[in-house]
């Protein structure tokens, strides 16, 4: 089923500000399935939460495979995590009463899926459809069959005297999906984030008074330069007179004995 014509890699062009992507710890494999082989992980990337399903090559005798020149990537802002995550739990309070329910996002739609009702395959299924904004063609398809085969211990006695049971298990991963989607939603209020920056504010200020102390004693100025050669010929600005004058307001900047401003900026640290 894996349809890949598109991949959406990297942080999406060049950016002067430095935006690191962090891979989540969550990840879920299935080479079992019958529709689709496929591995789901997320990845948090420039306040967006990335959902990436990659194709598993199956290799008899040896460890299966990714690839990962055919992944499909769909992107979720926190209100669209929000939709989903609702999708998902609205999904499971009754599974045979849908085909499928998810969201749109730009790049296409996500949908939590009826195995059975779309397929004919029975399970649940999380699938990508990638859909090109301009003639609604789909572009790229990937689905990821949610691991049923996943149980606890029950009434072990020794060897092979034990029962499997799926009461809870079978539907894990659906709940740790459950649990990315809420942590991302309530991460990116900032909430925590403007408590940290609360919290050390005072060695945030002492670190500042640090630095302009530092500044001081190399002479470098605290307020933004202007330009060393300012052009101010303009017949307005010379009273009718077009006569160029050429002001030099390069910075002085003071020579400090170098082994001075390091003794200074030990005792600061101290």
């Known amino acids: 089923m894996n349809n890949n014509n598109q991949t959406f890699q ?13 891979r989540s710890s969550y990840k879920f494999f299935n080479s079992t399935s019958s529709l689709d082989k496929t591995m789901l992980t997320f990845t948090y990337w420039n306040s967006l939460l990335r959902i990436t399903m990659n194709p598993i ?3 008899d005798g040896s460890a299966n495979k990714v690839d990962t020149n055919n992944r499909i990537d769909m992107y979720f802002s926190p209100s669209k995590a929000q939709m989903f995550l609702h999708c998902i739990q609205t999904f499971r309070k009754n599974p045979d009463a849908y085909k499928n329910i998810g969201v749109n996002t730009n790049k296409g739609i996500i949908f939590i899926a009826n195995g059975e009702k779309m397929y004919g395959v029975k399970g649940t299924f999380i699938v ?15 689905a990821y069959q949610i691991n049923s085969d996943v149980y606890a ?23 740790m999906i459950e649990i990315l989607l809420k942590n991302f939603i309530s991460a990116y209020t900032n909430a925590v984030a403007s408590s940290i920056l609360e919290v050390n504010k005072y060695n945030d200020h002492r670190m500042f008074n640090f630095v302009k102390d530092v500044r001081e004693k190399l002479g470098i100025s605290n307020k933004e330069s202007k330009s060393s050669k300012y052009n101010n ?29 390091m003794n200074d900026i030990a005792s600061l640290m101290d």
């Open 10 to 22: 990297g942080n999406g062009g060049s950016n002067d500000v430095f935006t690191p992507s962090t």
């Open 57 to 59: 090559i199956v290799q």
């Open 128 to 142: 990508i459809n990638l859909i090109n904004n301009e003639n609604g063609q789909k572009e790229g398809e990937a």
């Open 153 to 175: 211990i029950t009434d072990y006695t020794g060897g092979t005297d034990f029962t499997k049971n799926y009461d809870y298990s079978e539907e894990i991963e659906l709940d």
């Open 233 to 261: 010929s303009s017949w307005f600005n010379n009273n009718g007179n077009n006569t160029t004058v050429v002001s030099d307001s390069s910075p002085k900047v003071n020579t400090t004995d170098y082994e001075e401003v």
